[in-house]
């Protein structure tokens, strides 16, 4: 997809990207450097699948990528990778929380460690990054928090009450971050994304027929791509979204709405 941005809309910039080893939070890093960004920190606890992905960002752009092995619910982890940006790239204007954990699983079935995983790798995780960011560089300096949420929460979303609560608790951390860190000059966004084409997530929790059953519950029809996700990225770590802050953006293609489902009915869809 060519993108609508000019190339060097974050130029100069540095990024440090968690989950960035795969899927959407990858496709937001190449979207970065693609973009004029200087670098990017790609963090993931799989350290092969992390130094692939870099390598492979490396050849594509010709841009300098550092694979940061971490756990987000290690700080010391986070602070080492942070340390290690800061004395390859020297700033860190935009940092991307993307690690996530989800599964599918009715509520009276899931382990208690089940729902304790979830929650420490979505909120505590994204809390921990947006914590050790602020003191090693972004209370002195501003810059960009990009939060990745989902849209499970704003209704009721079965077999995930775990990952809807941790999400949840993402969107909170954004709003509440957005009102404490801007007089600093840090903004701090959201991004909902519905359901994405190519992802583990899509291929796991909507496999065969609910793929299906999803597009058709989809007020356009189809299902997003990893590109629509960067580039809703793009805008909100870019000058063109200067005055936005504390807002999470809901990229699904409308599929959360709550009247889809009478609405169809009323059109004789199945």
């Known amino acids: 997809m060519k993108s609508v941005f000019r190339d060097d809309i974050l130029e100069g910039k540095v990024a440090f990207v968690t989950g960035g080893g795969s899927g959407i939070c990858k496709g937001i890093a190449e979207a970065f450097l693609a973009h ?68 599918l699983a009715p509520a009276a079935a899931l382990s208690y460690n089940g729902f304790k995983t979830v929650m420490e790798i979505d909120t505590i995780g994204t ?4 914590r050790a960011s602020f003191e090693k560089y972004l209370r002195d300096h501003g ?69 299906d059953a999803q597009i058709k519950g989809i007020p356009l029809r189809r299902l997003g791509t990893i590109e629509d996700v960067a580039s809703c990225a793009l805008y909100l770590t870019s000058g063109a979204a200067s005055y936005v802050n504390g807002e999470t953006i809901v990229v699904d293609g409308g599929a959360w709405l709550p009247g889809m489902g009478k609405f169809m009915t009323m059109l004789g869809v199945d």
């Open 127 to 130: 809390f921990n990054v947006c």
């Open 36 to 103: 004029g960004a200087k670098g990017v920190t790609i963090l993931g606890r799989k350290a092969d699948r992390l130094s692939a992905a870099a390598d492979e960002m490396k050849q594509k752009s010709g841009r300098d990528v550092l694979a940061a092995p971490c756990d987000v619910r290690k700080p010391e982890q986070i602070e080492a990778a942070l340390e290690a940006t800061l004395e390859r790239f020297g700033r860190i204007d935009i940092v991307v929380n993307g690690a996530a954990g989800n599964f």
């Open 143 to 211: 810059g960009h928090i990009l939060n990745v949420s989902a849209t499970l929460h704003y209704a009721a979303t079965p077999l995930q009450i775990h990952a809807s609560a941790a999400k949840a608790g993402v969107d909170s951390i954004t709003r509440t971050l957005a009102l404490e860190w801007g007089p600093l000059g840090i903004q701090v966004n959201g991004i909902a994304p519905g359901p994405i084409d190519g992802t583990e997530g899509m291929s796991r929790l909507a496999p065969g027929e609910m793929r």
